[in-house]
């Protein structure tokens, strides 16, 4: 069952640039930790990056500098800009809502969306 809905994919040339949206219908995102995480073929899925509801980000070192993670909580929303894109980032692109952990990690939920794919070209 989807919980959580993103949006914004699609296919990108290198060094170009993309948003993604996530948006969760009936949910309240204002009282969760919100990341995207992404999964290429045939690897583990990932945390790229994940917002505090204070709206502080915290980002994987391989995106620091080119994504840039938001939120709204008036339109239930949490975005990732992303520019400089690299081939390396295609995957697919995953929301989570879950929580800020002890020591300022992220803690992930069983809220989760279908993906978004992202294909980076040369």
């Known amino acids: 069952q989807v919980q959580l809905a993103e949006s914004g994919g699609g296919l990108v040339q290198a060094r170009g640039s993309l948003r993604l949206s996530c948006t969760a219908p009936g949910r309240t995102f204002s009282n969760h930790a919100l990341a995207w995480f992404r999964q290429a073929p045939g690897k583990e899925r990932e945390l790229v990056a994940w917002?505090?509801?204070?709206?502080?980000?915290t980002y994987a070192d391989s995106v620091k500098g080119r994504f840039a993670i938001s939120r709204d909580n008036a339109k239930n929303t949490v975005y990732l800009q992303m520019k400089s894109v690299k081939l390396g980032d295609t995957a697919v692109y995953y929301c989570n809502a879950g929580a800020e952990a002890t020591y300022g990690t992220y803690a992930s939920s069983a809220l989760w969306g279908q993906g978004t794919q992202v294909t980076v070209s040369s």
């Open positions: 917002v505090n509801w204070n709206g502080e980000g």
